[in-house]
């Protein structure tokens, strides 16, 4: 059984940082591309980040481009988002998934096959 656990989420002020890590369980993800989500409330599910394993490519939503940093430690089997220069904005539940591809990044949701539970990222102003 394939199991995502995201941790690292918490309240934090503006300007602030968060490193979010999102650890596999159930099978090794080291062709996958991985990326992040965040759902705000009464918005749908976005787009953050995500990170290829062939050759750590990355992609990211120009919302959080210059300040957020993905990475993967494969040895680990696990996912990062580096979080800096937090805004208000950046208040959502986040949530690492993996993709369907190894050869993509996919900004869709709807291609990516495995989900964690979500953390909760707050930044007061």
């Known amino acids: 059984q394939v199991q995502l656990v995201e941790s690292g989420g918490g309240l934090v002020q503006a300007g602030g940082s968060l490193q979010l890590s999102c650890a596999a369980s159930?099978?090794?993800?080291?062709?996958?591309?991985m990326g992040w989500f965040r759902q705000a409330p009464g918005k749908e599910r976005e787009f953050v980040a995500g990170i290829l394993t062939t050759d750590r490519s990355t992609r990211y939503a120009d919302s959080v481009r210059g300040r957020f940093t993905i990475s993967r430690d494969n040895a680990k089997n696990t996912l990062y988002l580096q979080m800096n220069s937090l805004k208000p904005e950046d208040t959502a539940v986040y949530y690492c998934?993996?993709?369907?591809?190894?050869?993509?990044?996919?900004?869709?949701?709807?291609?990516?096959?495995?989900w964690g539970q979500g953390t909760q990222v707050t930044v007061s102003a």
């Open positions: 998934a993996v993709d369907r591809s190894v050869y993509r990044i996919s900004s869709s949701q709807y291609n990516y096959e495995y």
């Open positions: 159930g099978r090794t993800f080291n062709s996958n591309a």
